[in-house]
């Protein structure tokens, strides 16, 4: 991994967004649930895609028409907002949700039977990896392959595709906050986890395109390969590496008896506080957003490359975040002038210090 250090003279403006323009959805239900049950967290059906906020006619150049009506043409400016539809289940509803069929795709050159999301979450809790193994292909030539010969490549149903193709929605089933799957990646529920989305709730959780937040989702790109390395391969643009640092806030040691801290964070989610392992790790859409926050940066030609010199006893505070295959390093962030920026330091801060 490339690191640069660097001083911060000047950035663009950036805002944060996070649970915010809450609804809720209802929808006509095709099938009876006990709604009288209580709803858990867990399981639950997570839904992603892509919404765009801005002003209908921002962008675009208009006229009026012979009969004296409006016509807008032209770009439309884009602003572009993650959207996430929660689903919460009752202990009815779990064990129908389990029992839940996932066929095999036919992508990767080889068939498998198909399972039951029962099956495939035994198989990612069972510390006997094999299990998962063969739940998997051994490799992804096979679809690689397609790529460059199948012109029907960018209709494929599988999410592997996000990169050319026009994937419009990702679908999470979480059976806890450690263990999930995503829908139409190596296993397809043909729609059947639609009888669960009946009625649910809608928040904007980040700012950014949906390719970008997949990109830089540590949940979606773990799933990609289950963490195993016969399923990596090198992407077209880069993605959260999941070994490496992506976002860390430190304060050099200074006078004796004075403060001084380095909290790093991983791109699996993983704390590391003065070289301790913590044991929550950092929420998954917080750490993504942020990182969506730092694309908004022209890192590469808007700061200096200059080190901040070592003077004794004197502290420095850095920020650090992963932004576009660059790990870069910004000293004394809360001298730089855009008010934006250190609204920005102040938020890495407050969730870096928040976890425990």
Request: hydrophobic share 35%; aromatic share 12%.
């Given at each position: 991994?490339?690191?640069k250090?660097?001083?911060?003279p000047?950035?663009?403006?950036?805002?944060?967004?996070?649970?915010?323009?809450?609804?809720y959805?209802?929808?006509?239900?095709?099938?009876?649930?006990?709604h009288?049950?209580?709803?858990?967290?867990y399981?639950?059906?997570?839904?992603?895609?892509?919404?765009?906020?801005?002003?209908?006619?921002?962008?675009?150049?208009?006229?009026?028409?012979?009969d004296?009506?409006?016509?807008?043409g032209?770009?439309?400016?884009y602003n572009?907002?993650?959207?996430?539809?929660?689903?919460?289940?009752?202990?009815?509803?779990?064990a129908?949700?389990l029992?839940?069929?996932?066929?095999?795709?036919?992508?990767?050159?080889?068939?498998?039977?198909?399972?039951?999301?029962?099956?495939?979450?035994?198989?990612?809790t069972?510390?006997?990896r094999?299990?998962?193994?063969?739940?998997?292909p051994e490799?992804?030539?096979?679809?690689?392959?397609?790529?460059?010969?199948?012109k029907?490549?960018?209709?494929?149903?599988?999410?592997h595709?996000?990169?050319?193709?026009?994937?419009?929605?990702?679908?999470?089933v979480?059976?806890?906050?450690n263990t999930?799957?995503?829908?139409?990646?190596?296993?397809?529920?043909?729609?059947?986890?639609?009888?669960?989305?009946?009625?649910?709730?809608?928040?904007i959780?980040a700012?950014?395109?949906?390719?970008?937040?997949?990109?830089?989702?540590s949940?979606?790109?773990?799933?990609?390969t289950?963490?195993?390395?016969?399923?990596?391969?090198?992407?077209?643009?880069?993605?959260?590496?999941l070994?490496?640092?992506?976002l860390g806030?430190?304060?050099?040691p200074?006078?004796?008896?004075?403060?001084?801290y380095d909290?790093?964070?991983?791109?699996d989610?993983t704390?590391i506080?003065?070289n301790?392992?913590?044991?929550?790790?950092?929420d998954?859409?917080?750490?993504t957003?942020l990182?969506?926050?730092a694309?908004?940066?022209d890192?590469?030609?808007?700061?200096?490359?200059?080190?901040?010199?070592?003077?004794?006893?004197?502290?420095?505070?850095?920020?650090s975040?992963?932004v576009?295959?660059?790990l870069?390093?910004v000293?004394?962030?809360?001298?730089?002038?855009d008010?934006?920026?250190?609204?920005?330091?102040?938020m890495?801060e407050q969730?870096?210090?928040s976890?425990?």
């Amino acid at each position: 991994m490339l690191i640069k250090i660097i001083i911060a003279p000047f950035l663009i403006n950036v805002f944060f967004v996070l649970n915010i323009n809450s609804t809720y959805l209802k929808k006509p239900s095709s099938q009876t649930f006990d709604h009288k049950m209580e709803l858990n967290n867990y399981p639950r059906i997570e839904i992603y895609s892509e919404v765009n906020k801005s002003e209908q006619n921002a962008g675009n150049d208009k006229w009026v028409s012979s009969d004296n009506k409006v016509i807008h043409g032209g770009k439309r400016d884009y602003n572009l907002y993650i959207k996430r539809q929660t689903y919460l289940m009752n202990e009815k509803q779990k064990a129908m949700l389990l029992n839940t069929s996932l066929n095999w795709l036919p992508y990767f050159g080889i068939k498998k039977d198909n399972i039951t999301l029962k099956q495939y979450f035994d198989a990612i809790t069972n510390t006997n990896r094999s299990i998962l193994y063969k739940l998997l292909p051994e490799n992804l030539n096979f679809l690689l392959l397609q790529k460059e010969i199948d012109k029907n490549y960018l209709y494929y149903n599988t999410m592997h595709v996000y990169e050319n193709a026009s994937v419009h929605n990702m679908v999470v089933v979480w059976l806890d906050e450690n263990t999930w799957f995503i829908d139409n990646l190596y296993y397809s529920s043909n729609d059947a986890l639609k009888e669960y989305t009946k009625e649910g709730k809608e928040d904007i959780i980040a700012k950014g395109s949906f390719k970008d937040f997949l990109n830089l989702s540590s949940i979606f790109q773990y799933k990609l390969t289950e963490g195993f390395s016969n399923l990596k391969y090198r992407r077209q643009t880069p993605t959260i590496p999941l070994e490496e640092i992506v976002l860390g806030i430190s304060l050099s040691p200074g006078m004796p008896n004075t403060i001084s801290y380095d909290i790093k964070v991983m791109g699996d989610r993983t704390v590391i506080s003065s070289n301790i392992k913590l044991k929550n790790k950092i929420d998954t859409h917080k750490l993504t957003t942020l990182l969506l926050k730092a694309k908004s940066f022209d890192w590469q030609s808007k700061y200096a490359n200059d080190l901040t010199p070592f003077a004794h006893d004197k502290q420095i505070l850095t920020i650090s975040v992963w932004v576009n295959g660059i790990l870069y390093r910004v000293s004394n962030p809360y001298q730089d002038k855009d008010s934006s920026f250190i609204e920005f330091v102040k938020m890495v801060e407050q969730e870096l210090f928040s976890i425990k």
